[in-house]
Nanobody, 115 residues
Framework: QVQLVESGGGLVQAGGSLRLSCAAS????????MGWFRQAPGKQRELVAT???????NYADSAKGRFTISRDNTQNTVYLQMNSLKPEDTAVYYC?????????WGQGTQVTVSS
């Protein structure tokens, strides 16, 4: 049973930083792509960043220049370093991967940025 467990969320002031982690367990494959999504209250879940097994990254415009996604393939772990946080970054952040058309999600970690 694949499980994704996020950690590292919290409350931070605008301009601050947080580092999110997502550890995958029960996984028998090396995920091709791992990613971070977020969902703010009353809004749809949106892509933040993705990273391929080879390290190719993709970012939402809102994350470019402030967030950095990375991964440790030996540990099936993906990270999201978030700098220069803004109140509009407040959301629940979810880790994601997929295989054979099946998407796997973590339970989410709350990030709250105060102004």
């Amino acid at each position: 049973q694949v499980q994704l467990v996020e950690s590292g969320g919290g409350l931070v002031q605008a301009g601050g930083s947080l580092r999110l982690s997502c550890a995958a367990s029960g996984i028998t494959f090396s995920p091709s792509v791992m990613g971070w999504f977020r969902q703010a209250p009353g809004k749809q879940r949106e892509l933040v960043a993705t990273i391929s097994r080879g390290g190719t990254t993709n970012y939402a415009d809102s994350a470019k220049g402030r967030f950095t996604i990375s991964r440790d393939n030996t540990q099936n772990t993906v990270y999201l370093q978030m700098n220069s946080l803004k109140p509009e970054d407040t959301a629940v952040y979810y880790c994601n991967t997929a295989r054979a058309g099946v998407a796997y999600w973590g339970q989410g970690t709350q990030v709250t940025v105060s102004s």
